[in-house]
C-alpha cells in the first residue's frame, strides 16, 4: 500500500467522518497541533531516563492521541466510535502534577525556561500545548468540541511545568530566577 494518495494535492484533506475540507480548516489547525504536540512529548519522553516519567508520558502519548482522535470528527454522535477522555484522565495526570510538585523546591518567582536539556524540552511541549488548547477553543467557538480536551490539554500544560521543573532536579541542575529589570 502506497502512503501517498494524491488526494490532498489540492489543499483539501478528509475528517473522521470523510467530510472533506481545506488543509487550513480550523479543526485541522486544531488536531493538527495536538499532532505537533503529541511528537514533541515523545521527544521529551526519549530524553528521559526515569522509567516512572517514560511510563507517564507513554500515559500523556495516549490521551493526545485520543484527543486529536476526538477533534478528528466533524460530528459528535453515537454511531461513530469515537475515543474519550474520562475523569480517571484527569486524576491520574493532577496525581501526577501532586506527586512532582512535592518532589521539588517551592516557587517563589518566575523561572525562565532551560537549565538543562530535559527541562528544556519540557518547557518547548509545554508551550505548544497552550497553543493546542487555543486553537481547540477556537475551533469550539464555531463547532462542537467537548469540554474534557480543553481540560485535559490546560492541565497537561501545568503537568509539563512541574516536569521540566522535575527535570531540573533530577538532572543536579539550577533553575533560572528571572529578575526583571527595573527602574
Same mark, same amino acid.
Given at each position: ?32 497541533? !495536538?499532532?505537533? $504536540?503529541? /511528537? #514533541? *512529548? ?5 530524553? &528521559? ?54 518532589? !521539588?523546591?517551592? $516557587?517563589? /518567582? #518566575? *523561572? ?5 536539556? &530535559? ?65
Amino acid at each position: 500500500m502506497k502512503i501517498y494518495t494524491k488526494t490532498g494535492d489540492k489543499g483539501t484533506t478528509s475528517l473522521a467522518t470523510g467530510t472533506r475540507v481545506s488543509k487550513t480548516n480550523q479543526r485541522i489547525e486544531a488536531y493538527g497541533t !495536538v499532532d505537533e $504536540l503529541t /511528537s #514533541f *512529548v515523545a521527544l521529551v519522553r526519549d530524553s &528521559v531516563t526515569d522509567e516512572e516519567v517514560k511510563e507517564t508520558l507513554l500515559e500523556v502519548l495516549d490521551r493526545l492521541m485520543t484527543i486529536g482522535g476526538i477533534l478528528s470528527f466533524d460530528v459528535i454522535e453515537t454511531t461513530y466510535k469515537i475515543p474519550l477522555i474520562v475523569e480517571e484522565d484527569f486524576k491520574f495526570i493532577e496525581g501526577k502534577i501532586d506527586q512532582y510538585t512535592s518532589e !521539588v523546591p517551592q $516557587l517563589r /518567582s #518566575f *523561572v525562565i525556561p532551560g537549565g538543562n536539556q &530535559v527541562s528544556s524540552l519540557c518547557h518547548v511541549a509545554r508551550s505548544i500545548c497552550r497553543r493546542a488548547e487555543r486553537e481547540a477553543l477556537r475551533l469550539a467557538q464555531e463547532s462542537e468540541v467537548p469540554e474534557s480536551c480543553i481540560k485535559y490539554l490546560n492541565r497537561l500544560s501545568d503537568f509539563l511545568f512541574i516536569l521540566a521543573r522535575k527535570a531540573i532536579k533530577d538532572g543536579n541542575s539550577k533553575e533560572i530566577i528571572w529578575k526583571p529589570r527595573v527602574d
